[in-house]
Every structure is written in structure tokens, then in C-alpha cells.
């Protein structure tokens, strides 16, 4: 894309589908993202997804020279493809870039051998006994290979995990209990608990001096430091944010990718489930929170009847209910 745009001479602007702006300059690339959730389908997003096709319509009848790239999950889109039928002229040229497609087996397993196996010089290391059929049949296809490849070589430490338990969900989230359990004192490992609570950091918004209290994490608005090396293992300017030159103090921090999210997600819920379901983003739970029973995915967790009578109670009185009263958790509430 910003190739393209270069030689073009055209801008870039990237942004989640409900940012969208009012008005976009001439001449523009615009790559939206995050449909339906940034973590996993919310099953509540239809309406606000719609509204934003109709905007990107309506800026594209308003604006001279405009492109859009709308960067959407394929499963999503083939979900909820019958409700999005009035839009499908935003969908006439589809690139698909899941790891589905066999074909694509020698380009990963030659991108396996670059990523992982020549960057390690080490001959005892534990990087030698993986091979790419391991990667092939894990518990965790469902993952795109090259997430998990570049998972694996941007964590080379925890290979040895995966050898054992080929399934990088588990690998990840144990990788983040280990952390908080083992250097919970350090400020990283609690920034890391924050932003996955949060959603995201910004030094520019405001610090949820509650919450750290609650999860006893020990920091404070200052004390925030990219050059953490547990912080910076994990987290990173939002990329949306780097691509549009939003400068450090508005930026957005956010988990490298939203698979880093879903882990830590998974690995505070498991350590105190009914403190998540009070005090973590109402976003991330409708999207990975599921009632037990309910045909679960894998990313997703599921929560008992006294979890969902919590969140319910929350969303009561946040004034939510009537919003998401078609989600399953709202729906199984007792009342
Ligand atoms: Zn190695």
C-alpha cells in the first residue's frame, strides 16, 4: 500500500471502521480494519458496520481520487455476508490472505526456515527439533501459520513450550501467567495487565486509577516506558497510528497483534475471572466471552451463571443492556 501510494503521490490514512472521518483529502488510500471486533466478532456490530459502509459510500461519491482497502476477516465476511449484500460493490476486487490456501505451503515453509531456523545460530538450541509438519498439525491450525511463525520467532524462547504442546494459544497465555506470577513486581508485566484491561494506552488520555488499585498493579501514568524490555516484548505504537504520524504523547499503545491480546486476555481471566468480568473493557469481553454450553471457538472463554449475571449487572448499569440485548451473554443473564 504505501508503495503503491508513493509512486502514485497519494496519501495513506488507516483507521478502525468505527473512525471513520467525515472528510478525507484527495487522493487517498484508506485502509480501514477492525470489522466486527478488533479481537474477535462482537455479534452485536452488524448496525455500526453497515453505518460505516454507507460512510465510506458516501465519502467515496464526495471525494475525488479515493481508494479503499477494507481489511476484513474472511469468516466474517462470508458470516455476515447476506446482511452486507447492498454493499458488494466495496467487495468487487477480493484478496485473500488466510493461510487456507495449500498451495502456499512451500513460500511458508521457506518464510519458516528465514523467520525462525537461519536467524539462530545456536546448535544446541531447542529451535532444531521444530519442524514445519509440527506447525502443520497443532491443535491451533485455526491460527494462520504466518502469525504463528513470526509468534515463534519473535518469542524463540518459548519453542521448547511449543514442542511439547504445539497449540501457541496456550504457549502465549502460560508465557504471560509465568510473567505476571514470577516478575508481577516489575512495572512492564503491569502495564501489560493494564493495557490488556484498557484496551490500549495512551499518555494523552485519561489513567484508570481505579483499576490499578483493584488488580494491585503499581504503576503510574508516568511511569510508563517503552523502553521496558518486558513492556516492549509485547506492546507497540497502535500501527494505524505510526502509518498517520500521530505524534508519542497521542499515540496509542497497544499488543503488537490482536492474537498478544487475546493471550493476556486469557491468561488474566483465568487469574481472577470475576475481577475481568467487573473491571476489564466491555468490548474484549463481549467478543471473547462466551456462556458456558455455548459452542465456544477457539479464542474464546466461557464464563458460569454467576459470571454472567456479573457482567449483566454491569452492563445494567452502564446502560448496555438494550445494545447488546441479541448477545449471548445478555441473553442467558437471569434478570
Ligand atoms: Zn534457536
Same mark, same amino acid.
Given at each position: 500500500?504505501?508503495?503503491?501510494?508513493? =509512486?502514485?503521490?497519494?496519501?495513506?490514512?488507516?483507521?478502525?471502521?468505527?473512525? $471513520?472521518?467525515?472528510?478525507?483529502?484527495?487522493?487517498?488510500?484508506?485502509?480501514?480494519?477492525?470489522?466486527?471486533?478488533?479481537?474477535?466478532?462482537?455479534? %452485536?456490530?452488524?448496525?455500526?458496520?453497515?453505518?460505516?459502509?454507507?460512510?465510506?459510500?458516501?465519502?467515496?461519491?464526495?471525494?475525488?481520487?479515493?481508494?479503499?482497502?477494507?481489511?476484513?476477516?474472511?469468516?466474517?465476511?462470508?458470516?455476515?455476508?447476506?446482511?452486507?449484500?447492498?454493499?458488494?460493490?466495496?467487495?468487487?476486487?477480493?484478496?485473500?490472505?488466510?493461510?487456507?490456501?495449500?498451495?502456499?505451503?512451500?513460500?511458508?515453509?521457506?518464510?519458516?526456515?528465514?523467520? =525462525?531456523?537461519?536467524?539462530?545460530?545456536?546448535?544446541?538450541?531447542? %529451535?532444531?527439533?521444530?519442524?514445519?509438519?509440527?506447525? %502443520?498439525?497443532?491443535?491451533?491450525? $485455526?491460527?494462520?501459520?504466518?502469525?504463528?511463525?513470526?509468534?515463534?520467532?519473535?518469542?524463540?524462547?518459548?519453542?521448547?513450550?511449543?514442542?511439547?504442546?504445539?497449540?501457541?494459544?496456550?504457549?502465549?497465555?502460560?508465557?504471560?501467567?509465568?510473567?505476571?506470577?514470577?516478575?508481577?513486581?516489575?512495572?512492564?508485566?503491569?502495564?501489560?495487565?493494564?493495557?490488556?484491561?484498557?484496551?490500549?494506552?495512551?499518555?494523552?488520555?485519561?489513567?484508570?486509577?481505579? =483499576?490499578?488499585?483493584?488488580?494491585?498493579?503499581? =504503576?503510574?501514568?508516568?511511569?510508563?516506558?517503552?523502553?521496558?524490555?518486558?513492556?516492549?516484548?509485547?506492546?507497540?505504537?497502535?500501527?494505524?497510528?505510526?502509518?498517520?504520524?500521530?505524534?508519542?504523547?497521542?499515540?496509542?499503545?497497544?499488543?503488537?497483534?490482536?492474537?498478544?491480546?487475546?493471550?493476556?486476555?486469557?491468561?488474566?481471566?483465568?487469574?481472577?475471572?470475576?475481577?475481568?468480568?467487573?473491571? %476489564?473493557?466491555?468490548?474484549?469481553?463481549?467478543?471473547?466471552?462466551?456462556?458456558?454450553?455455548?459452542?465456544?471457538?477457539?479464542?474464546?472463554?466461557?464464563?458460569?451463571?454467576?459470571? $454472567?449475571?456479573?457482567?449483566?449487572?454491569?452492563?445494567?448499569?452502564?446502560?448496555?443492556?438494550?445494545?447488546?440485548?441479541?448477545?449471548?451473554?445478555?441473553?442467558?443473564?437471569?434478570?
Amino acid at each position: 500500500m504505501k508503495k503503491c501510494a508513493g =509512486i502514485k503521490q497519494w496519501n495513506i490514512f488507516q483507521c478502525r471502521f468505527t473512525e $471513520i472521518p467525515n472528510d478525507v483529502a484527495e487522493n487517498t488510500i484508506l485502509f480501514i480494519y477492525g470489522w466486527f471486533g478488533l479481537w474477535n466478532d462482537d455479534l %452485536c456490530s452488524l448496525g455500526s458496520v453497515k453505518m460505516a459502509f454507507q460512510n465510506i459510500v458516501d465519502l467515496m461519491k464526495r471525494t475525488k481520487n479515493i481508494k479503499t482497502i477494507i481489511g476484513m476477516r474472511s469468516d466474517l465476511y462470508k458470516k455476515y455476508h447476506q446482511e452486507l449484500v447492498k454493499y458488494s460493490d466495496l467487495f468487487q476486487h477480493e484478496l485473500f490472505l488466510d493461510s487456507v490456501n495449500t498451495h502456499k505451503d512451500a513460500e511458508y515453509l521457506k518464510y519458516f526456515d528465514k523467520r =525462525i531456523k537461519a536467524l539462530c545460530k545456536n546448535k544446541e538450541c531447542q %529451535c532444531r527439533q521444530l519442524s514445519f509438519e509440527m506447525l %502443520c498439525k497443532g491443535k491451533d491450525k $485455526i491460527i494462520g501459520l504466518p502469525l504463528r511463525i513470526n509468534i515463534l520467532a519473535n518469542y524463540h524462547d518459548l519453542i521448547g513450550n511449543y514442542i511439547r504442546d504445539p497449540d501457541i494459544l496456550k504457549v502465549m497465555t502460560d508465557d504471560i501467567t509465568t510473567l505476571r506470577e514470577n516478575i508481577k513486581k516489575t512495572k512492564g508485566c503491569n502495564w501489560i495487565d493494564y493495557i490488556c484491561l484498557k484496551g490500549r494506552f495512551s499518555p494523552s488520555e485519561e489513567f484508570d486509577e481505579g =483499576i490499578v488499585k483493584v488488580f494491585d498493579l503499581r =504503576i503510574t501514568r508516568s511511569s510508563f516506558d517503552v523502553t521496558d524490555t518486558i513492556l516492549k516484548r509485547y506492546v507497540r505504537i497502535r500501527y494505524s497510528d505510526q502509518q498517520n504520524n500521530v505524534s508519542a504523547m497521542k499515540a496509542q499503545y497497544v499488543f503488537w497483534h490482536p492474537f498478544i491480546y487475546i493471550c493476556v486476555f486469557h491468561s488474566l481471566f483465568k487469574y481472577n475471572q470475576n475481577l475481568v468480568l467487573k473491571h %476489564c473493557n466491555v468490548d474484549a469481553i463481549l467478543q471473547l466471552v462466551r456462556p458456558e454450553g455455548f459452542d465456544t471457538a477457539y479464542i474464546e472463554v466461557s464464563v458460569d451463571n454467576h459470571g $454472567i449475571d456479573l457482567f449483566y449487572e454491569r452492563l445494567r448499569q452502564l446502560n448496555l443492556v438494550e445494545r447488546y440485548k441479541d448477545h449471548p451473554l445478555v441473553r442467558s443473564a437471569s434478570k
